[in-house]
């Protein structure tokens, strides 16, 4: 359920979420795609950010964690396949976490890509469990406030 940086390596989480996303963002575009393999890496990905969560919590101040572009990418990326694949009754915790603190330290983040991601995560996240949220609002508004 994973890729490599290079044919014969060993897999790589980071490298699993961008080729994942890349599905994603094809569908979404609408191309013809079979999305199989990516769906396969969604459970290792999930697992992933579950550890992320678990060793988060063990440092001093869990409740300050800003987070950070790979959380991003994380959010953005699994929030293609929502419909296809909901979040594991056994991962809904830490992604819960990771999406409470996007919304509460989106400007934290040092990236304005970070930051739209979060955006589109958060809104995604929200539509899929049939909510509305404001904060992909507010990040939109300050990334055009900010832009040149």
């Known amino acids: 359920g994973s890729w490599p940086w290079f044919p014969g390596g060993p897999a790589n989480r980071y ?9 994603g963002r094809l569908r979404h575009l609408r191309v013809d795609v079979n999305a199989a393999p990516a769906l396969r ?4 990905l999930d697992a992933w950010m579950n550890e992320e969560y678990q060793q988060i919590q063990q440092r001093p101040e869990p409740e300050k964690y800003v987070p ?14 929502l419909k296809d694949r909901p979040i594991a009754a056994a991962d809904q915790k830490a992604i819960a976490f990771f999406l409470a603190h996007a919304r509460k330290f989106w400007l934290q983040t040092d990236c304005r890509q ?35």
């Open 15 to 23: 490298i699993t979420l961008y080729i994942t996303t890349g599905f």
């Open 68 to 81: 950070s572009a790979t959380d991003a990418l994380y959010l953005y990326g699994r929030s293609f396949f």
């Open 114 to 148: 970070s930051q739209a991601q979060l955006a589109l995560a958060l809104s995604r996240f929200a539509a899929a469990n049939g909510t509305q949220d404001s904060t992909p609002t507010a990040i939109l508004a300050s990334l055009k406030e900010r832009s040149v």
């Open 41 to 44: 890496a969604l459970q290792h």
